[in-house]
């Protein structure tokens, strides 16, 4: 029932900017929508989630100031726009859901991949010099 499709990725210079796109499906308002990447050989890391229905948003360390998440509840879309991109951003990139039965509108969205159920099948962002 639930379904979760990435799409935007792309190969880009150092210092330029993507935005990806995740369409989903059977989705409502009490789940968090989570933006994961993966690099070669290294663990998949949680980069942002939001609500659904708005609010509750986490940014990592790594990226706060330069990622923005956001979403158009109309289209079911949640899109991750990353400006000013480094090479230790390159990776494959995931969206996923996870319900948040026990959180308070707003709360903040869980951070650990193992929390969502629920994946896209990825993808990839290339940055180079």
């Known amino acids: 029932q639930v379904q979760l499709a990435e799409s935007g990725g792309d190969s880009v210079q150092a210092g330029g900017f993507v935005r990806l796109s995740c369409v989903y499906s059977g989705i409502s308002h009490r789940y968090c929508i989570g933006w994961f990447r993966q690099a070669p050989g290294k663990d998949r890391e949680g980069v942002t989630a939001?609500?659904?229905?708005?609010?509750?948003?986490y940014y990592a360390d790594s990226v706060k100031g330069r990622f923005t998440i956001s979403q158009n509840q109309a289209k079911q879309t949640v899109y991750l726009d990353m400006n000013n991109l480094k090479s230790e951003d390159a990776g494959e990139y995931y969206c996923a859901a996870v319900y948040t039965s026990n959180l308070p509108y707003g709360g903040t969205c869980p951070r650990g991949r193992n929390e969502y159920g629920y994946w896209g099948q990825g993808t990839q962002v290339t940055v180079s010099g």
């Open positions: 939001i609500w659904t229905s708005g609010g509750g948003a």
